[in-house]
Structures are given as structure tokens and as C-alpha cells.
Nanobody
Framework: VQLQASGGGLVQAGGSLRLSCAAS???????SGWFRQAPGKEREFAAA????????HYTDSVKGRFTISRDNAKNTVYLQMNSLKPEDTAVYYC???????????????WGQGTLVTVSS
């Protein structure tokens, strides 16, 4: 399974971006997650979604601002990010695995990352 993340860029505080993660290759009924890594910090969990899309999970700092969703017909997972803050600046990575959740060990496959920069 190959994951291709896209949609990052430069945005002003308060703005919005939508990240996409397209899967290709031998896909399966996978859970998906988004993680992020800010400069000088460790990678952290942001959001996750089950294969069916009926279950989602967010870290506290993005609740109410980010929405994770998926279109299984397109093998694509999205992260809609609203009300962005400078502290959201990070490289965002998508991940897929047989399970899903906030721990990176739940995922077997990782995308290459897309940079989100939020200016104040």
C-alpha cells in the first residue's frame, strides 16, 4: 500500500486547509490516521477514522476545528482543518493500518508528509 499526502501549504491564522491522503496498491479495509510533527518536536497524533467512517477520534488540541473523513470509493482520506493556529504548523503524515487509534503502532503504512505552515 502506498500513501500519497497532499494539500499542505502556507495559510494565515484563522484560515483553512484540506489535506488529502490517497492510497494505491493492494488496499484493504484499513483504518486511517493523521499525525503531525512540528519543528523540534516528536510526532504526535492528530486524528483517526475507522474503515467504515462511523468512528473518529481527535486529539484535544484539534477537536472542534479539524474533521477527518474518507471516501472509500476513491481510496482517499481527508483532514479538513479550520480555524488554524500558528501552533498547528507541522509536517502532517497520513497512516493506514488494520486497526486505528492514537498510537503509531496501530498503523503499518505511512505517507511521505505534507507541510502546513500557519502564519500569525
Amino acid at each position: 500500500v502506498q500513501l500519497q499526502a497532499s494539500g499542505g501549504g502556507l495559510v494565515q491564522a484563522g484560515g483553512s486547509l484540506r489535506l488529502s491522503c490517497a492510497a494505491s496498491g493492494r488496499t484493504f479495509r484499513y483504518g486511517s490516521g493523521w499525525f503531525r510533527q512540528a519543528p523540534g518536536k516528536e510526532r504526535e497524533f492528530a486524528a483517526a477514522i475507522s474503515w467504515s467512517g462511523t468512528s473518529t477520534h481527535y486529539t484535544d488540541s484539534v477537536k472542534g476545528r479539524f474533521t477527518i473523513s474518507r471516501d472509500n470509493a476513491k481510496n482517499t482520506v481527508y483532514l479538513q482543518m479550520n480555524s488554524l493556529k500558528p501552533e498547528d504548523t507541522a509536517v502532517y503524515y497520513c497512516a493506514a493500518g488494520s486497526g486505528y487509534g492514537s498510537g503509531p503502532n496501530a498503523y503499518d503504512y505511512w505517507g511521505q508528509g505534507t507541510l502546513v505552515t500557519v502564519s500569525s
